[in-house]
């Protein structure tokens, strides 16, 4: 089974970056899919940015041009490097992916998140 660890979290001011890590120990299988979500108090879970088998990119349109997903097979992990960081960034951030399974296909894994404090 895959489990995956996040981390890069914290406390940031306006404007700030961050850099998000998210390590799959039990190794990525190729062309699988990941993406980073994040939920907010009070709100429903939102897709924030994926990267497809291919290595396409979609990013919801709040963080497009500041937010950049990317993946390390090599590392076997998944990162967001986040920019120009806004108060409306702070939520739990969580990493996702779609990892072949041997003799069971496609499954979906989640991390446990990090906190992304922005403060204004």
């Known amino acids: 089974q895959l489990q995956l660890l996040e981390s890069g979290g914290g406390l940031v001011q306006t404007g700030g970056s961050l850099r998000l890590s998210c390590v799959a120990s039990g190794g990525l299988s190729p062309t699988n899919a990941a993406a980073w979500y994040r939920q907010a108090p009070g709100k429903e879970r939102e897709l924030v940015a994926s990267i497809g088998g291919e290595g396409e990119t979609d990013y919801v349109d709040s963080v497009k041009g500041r937010f950049t997903i990317s993946r390390d097979m090599r590392k076997n992990t998944i990162y967001l490097q986040m920019s120009g960081l806004k108060p409306e960034d702070t939520a739990v951030y969580y990493c996702?992916?779609?990892?072949?399974?041997?003799?069971?296909?496609?499954?979906?894994?989640w991390g446990h998140g990090t906190q992304v404090t922005v403060s204004s």
């Open positions: 996702w992916v779609k990892n072949w399974v041997t003799l069971r296909g496609w499954r979906e894994f």
